[in-house]
C-alpha cells in the first residue's frame, strides 16, 4: 500500500491512499442503503456482482464525488482506467472510495498525476500512514489488527475506519476496509462481513444521518480458499474478524463529532431481537436523551420518552432502565429513594451505560452512540467554508 | 376559564388554568402515539370514548405527571374528583393536561388547594392569560382567532398552545386547545380535527422527539350541531379551523428550542403524498441540515443525503433542489454556474424556503421545521437542574 498528497483539498497532508492485492484476492463489500448513493457505491457494486476478485483499492479523502452526474462518473472513470493500466488488471478488478463534500465533481488529473509515483511505491506504506490518509473530519485515526490461527497456521486481519459524521445504520461509518492474508471463498467472505456488520457498524450511531458513501469493504489474499464459514477451523477467525469490527466501529462512535461519552445501550425484554434495536436506536438518536448526558443529567424521563416514540410493544407499568448499574425506574414509576447522586457521578464519567427492559418478550439488541454537544454544532454549522 | 399560580414548580407566575364549559359542549382530541403515553394522555382518551361532552378542562405546567405509576394516577383521580365536586359534573365530563417534567408524581393537593377559587374565578379569565399559564420552556405565549359566518351567524374560532422541544409529528405539539362557539357534533367535530391535525401539528418538528404529552383537542359550545363535515355551510368554519391550527402549529416551530430560522420544506415529484412526507421529514430531521441551515451555509449536498436515506424512491438523476427560489441542482448535479451567493444571501435570512423534487410521481407534502443551534443544546443539556 501506499499514500500520497494530491492537494485537492487538504495542505500538507496525504489524502489518496492505493493498496494493492496478489493475484486471486477474494473481495466483499456492504455499503449504504441510501437512495442518492454516490458514483464510486455504485461502482464497487457493479464490480462487485461482475467480478469476484480485487487487485487494488483508491480511496482519496476530501471529495466524495457524491452527486455530481455524469462529470462524477467520467472522472471515477478515469481514474480507474488509469489505475487498471497501470497494474496491468482488468477494470471490474478495481475499487474506489471517495469521502468528503458532496456535490463538486472530483479532479481526476489531480489523482491521475499521482498514479505513477503511488504504483512505484505500493512496496513503502504501512496501516498507520494508510489510516492517516483516508480521514476527513476524523480526529484521530482508527485501526485495529488481530492474530489468530486456522488450521495451525497464523494468520492477520487488519482493519481501519474512518468517519465521525453522518455515522447511522444501513451503513454506519463513512469508509471500513479489513484486509486477511487468510484464504477464504469469496461467498465465505461476504457472508462473514455481513453477519459481523450487522452486530458492530450496523449498531452504532452518531447523528442518525448516512452517507452517500458508506462502504465496508473486506479483502482476503490467502491462497488456499475456505468456502464454508462455518467450518469448524475458522471458528477463532471468525470470532476475532467479528471483533475487529466491533473494535472499529467503537473507535468511530468515540471521535463521533462532539462527542465528550461514549454511550452503551442495551435493551432486552422487547418483542424480538428486531424490535429490541429499534427501540434501542429510538434511544440512541433522540436529541433529548442526547444532550442530558450531554449536560450529565440523570433525566430519565426522555428515555421513556424515546422508548414511547420507537413505536415498538413496551409494557410502561413494567419498563425498568438503569443508568451506571442502578436501577432508577421499575413498575412504571421512579424507584423509591433511588440514588440520584450515584447516577450523576456515573454520567460524569465518560462511558455510559444504559439498560432498558421493556417487559413484554425476549428480544434483546445493544447499540452504541455519543452525546450530542455544542461541539457538533460547531463542527457542522460551519463545515465547508 | 381563569387561571391561578400553584408554586407546584415556577414561581411568581400562574401555572394552573380551567376552562368551563356549557352544557352540551362537545369534545373531540387527537393525542400522541407514544407507547408510554402519559396518565392525563389516557384519561382523555377514554374519557373521549365514554362520554362525548366535556364540561370542563384542566391544564397544568411544570410537572407532566407522566410515567409515575399508580400514584399518578391517584393524584389526577384527586383533581378530577376535586373538579367534577366542585362543577357538579360526571367524571368523564373532566379532560386534563400536564406537561413539564416526567417522571415526578404530581402533588394534587397544590392543586385541589386552587380549585375553588379558580371555579369561583371561572368568568374572569381571557386567553391570553391562559396561553401564558400553560407554557414551559416555550419564549412567548401561542395563540390565534377567527371569525367566520356559519349560515349568515358569526362564530369564533380561538386556539391557544404550546411546546417548543420533543416537537415531532404523532402528535407535534405538546398541548393544543381550539375552542368555538359553532356548535358541531361530537363526530364531526372529530373528523374535522383529525384532518386539520395531519396538515398542521403532524407537519412539523423541531427535534423529532415525541412527547408522552402530546395533545390537541378541540371543544365546541353553540346549541345547534351541525353532524356534517361537509355541510356546505361550513366550508368557511373549515377553511378558517384549518388554517388557525397551522398558524398555531407554525408559532410552535418558530419557538423551537433554539430556533433561529423558520424552514418550509416542500417535497414534490414522490410515489405518492405520503413518500413525500417522509422525504420531507427526513430532510427536516437531520442533524446535518439543521445545523448547515444554522450556519447559513447553502451545503445543499446534505439534502442529497436526506433525500437517501429517507428509503422512499427518488431519482437520483433527476433530483432538484430549489433553495430560496433558486434551483441549485438538476439532472444529478449542481446547476452549473447557479448563484451561491444568492443562496447564502437568503440562507441569511429568517424565513428559509427549501423545495425537493424528487422525480418519480405526482406525491407532494410540506413540512415546517427549525435549524439546530448552540441553544438547543443550552436548554437540553441542563433543563431539570
Redesign the interface.
Known amino acids: 500500500m501506499a499514500t500520497a498528497a494530491t492537494g485537492m483539498k487538504y495542505q500538507d497532508r496525504d489524502d489518496l491512499l492505493c493498496v494493492s492485492f496478489p493475484h486471486g484476492a477474494t473481495v466483499a463489500g456492504v455499503f449504504?442503503?441510501?437512495?442518492?448513493?454516490s458514483a464510486p457505491v455504485d461502482l464497487c457494486r457493479k464490480h462487485l456482482s461482475l467480478g469476484k476478485k480485487a487487485r487494488a483499492l483508491l480511496v482519496n479523502a476530501g471529495n466524495?464525488n457524491?452527486?455530481?452526474?455524469?462529470?462524477?462518473d467520467r472522472a471515477m472513470a478515469m481514474t480507474v482506467d488509469s489505475l487498471s493500466g497501470k497494474l496491468g488488471c482488468a477494470r471490474n478488478e478495481i475499487y474506489i472510495s471517495s469521502t468528503g463534500?458532496?456535490?463538486?465533481?472530483l479532479e481526476a488529473d489531480k489523482i491521475t498525476a499521482h498514479m505513477d509515483a503511488i504504483v512505484d511505491d505500493l512496496s513503502g506504506g504501512g496501516f498507520a500512514a494508510a489510516a492517516q490518509a483516508i480521514l476527513t473530519t476524523d480526529t484521530f485515526a482508527k485501526g485495529a489488527v488481530r492474530r489468530v490461527h486456522i488450521n495451525g497456521t497464523e494468520v492477520t486481519i487488519c482493519g481501519i475506519a474512518k468517519g465521525s459524521?453522518?455515522i447511522?445504520p444501513d451503513m454506519a461509518t463513512m469508509l471500513a476496509y479489513v484486509f486477511t492474508d487468510a484464504g477464504l471463498s469469496q461467498h465465505a467472505l461476504q457472508s462473514l462481513l455481513k453477519e459481523a456488520a450487522d452486530s458492530s457498524f450496523n449498531a452504532i450511531t452518531v447523528?442518525?444521518?448516512?452517507?452517500?458513501s458508506d462502504s465496508l469493504m473486506a479483502f482476503a489474499t490467502g491462497q488456499t480458499e475456505i468456502t464454508d464459514l462455518h467450518d469448524p477451523c475458522l471458528a477463532e477467525f471468525r470470532a476475532a474478524f467479528q471483533d475487529l469490527l466491533l473494535d472499529l466501529a467503537h473507535q468511530v462512535v468515540r471521535d463521533g463529532e462532539g462527542a465528550s461519552k461514549f454511550i452503551t445501550i442495551t435493551v432486552s425484554g422487547a418483542e424480538d431481537d428486531r424490535a429490541a434495536k429499534v427501540i434501542a436506536f429510538s434511544i440512541a438518536?433522540?436529541?433529548?436523551v442526547k444532550?442530558?448526558i450531554?449536560?450529565e443529567?440523570a433525566?430519565?424521563?426522555?428515555i421513556?420518552?424515546?422508548?414511547?416514540?420507537?413505536?415498538?410493544?413496551?409494557d410502561?407499568?413494567k419498563?425498568e432502565i438503569i443508568i451506571g448499574g442502578q436501577k432508577v425506574?421499575a413498575?412504571?414509576?421512579?424507584v423509591p429513594g433511588y440514588d440520584e447522586a450515584a447516577c450523576t457521578a456515573h454520567l460524569k464519567g465518560q462511558d455510559i451505560d444504559i439498560t432498558v427492559d421493556v417487559g413484554v418478550g425476549e428480544g434483546q439488541a445493544t447499540v452504541w452512540t455519543c452525546d450530542?454537544?455544542?461541539g457538533?454544532?460547531d463542527i457542522?454549522?460551519?463545515?465547508?467554508?
Open positions: 449504504t442503503r441510501s437512495r442518492t448513493a466524495a457524491a452527486f455530481t452526474g455524469k462529470a462524477g463534500v458532496i456535490g463538486e465533481v459524521g453522518m447511522a447523528d442518525s444521518d448516512t452517507s452517500t438518536n433522540s436529541p433529548l444532550t442530558a450531554a449536560g443529567d433525566n430519565w424521563g426522555r421513556v420518552m424515546a422508548v414511547g416514540k420507537a413505536g415498538e410493544a413496551a410502561r407499568d419498563l425506574t413498575f412504571g414509576m421512579a450530542l454537544t455544542h457538533y454544532i457542522n454549522a460551519d463545515y465547508r467554508s
